[in-house]
T-cell receptor, first 112, second 111 residues
Framework: AQSVTQLGSHVSVSEGALVLLRCNYS??????LFWYVQYPNQGLQLLLK??????LVKGINGFEAEFKKSETSFHLTKPSAHMSDAAEYFC??????????FGQGTELSVKP | EPEVTQTPSHQVTQMGQEVILRCVPI?????FYWYRQILGQKVEFLVS????????KSEIFDDQFSVERPDGSNFTLKIRSTKLEDSAMYFC?????????FGEGSRLTVL
């Protein structure tokens, strides 16, 4: 069965610092992996997705993620945090499309 | 840009009342989903719908829940007799197949 584990329910960084949000997955077949962002009182916005093409995926707002099969990881990074990046981030997995399984979410805080 | 729209954005109801949450998926999409997010928790899959029938449902989706696509455009989630623990944000999503597109969500508060 598919599952996603996000390490750290809350991450705090300073503005301009590196953002690293961790995601590990479990899947019996090659997965499709996604990162979504949720701003307060809003819906889910797709940041980026991995669907078996390039292992380094670039998304919106300067975020990127690297699929590492050997580590079953899909960590999200951004070189320089901005105040507007403060939000909840969800990693999700699906096997070949369709139903998404979400991780617990990581709340990112950005300090001035 | 096409988007998934959900109504109402917020509904407050009394325990035991029936609630219908509505979604208008993207017009050429074939797969439809409902997800739930209890405050402070992760987004949980409820049900998927394809070809006018449920294709998969989670343990959460018990007999109190039902979905239908009554007119080829709307996709509704009905909760027959709401409980306090049904208070959550409910997200609708649609897919062609492929990428899921989510609506803004409907917040349900059960008193």
């Amino acid at each position: 069965a598919q599952s996603v584990t996000q390490l750290g329910s809350h991450v705090s960084v300073s503005e301009g610092a590196l953002v690293l949000l961790r995601c590990n997955y479990s899947s019996s077949v090659p997965p499709y992996l996604f990162w979504y962002v949720q701003y307060p009182n809003q819906g889910l916005q797709l940041l980026l997705k991995y669907t078996s093409a390039a292992t380094l995926v670039k998304g919106i707002n300067g975020f990127e993620a690297e699929f590492k099969k050997s580590e079953t990881s899909f960590h999200l990074t951004k070189p320089s945090a901005h105040m507007s990046d403060a939000a909840e981030y969800f990693c999700a997995v699906t096997e070949g499309g369709g139903k998404l399984i979400f991780g617990q979410g990581t709340e990112l805080s950005v300090k001035p | 840009e096409p988007e998934v729209t959900q109504t109402p954005s917020h509904q407050v109801t009394q325990m035991g009342q029936e609630v219908i949450l509505r979604c208008v998926p993207i017009s050429n999409h074939l797969y439809f989903y409902w997800y739930r997010q209890i405050l402070g928790q992760k987004v949980e899959f409820l049900v998927s719908f394809y070809n006018n029938e449920i294709s998969e449902k989670s343990e959460i989706f018990d007999d109190q829940f039902s979905v239908e696509r009554p007119d080829g455009s709307n996709f509704t989630l009905k909760i027959r007799s709401t409980k306090l623990e049904d208070s959550a944000m409910y997200f609708c999503a649609s897919a062609y197949p492929g990428e899921l597109f989510f609506g803004e969500g409907s917040r349900l508060t059960v008193l």
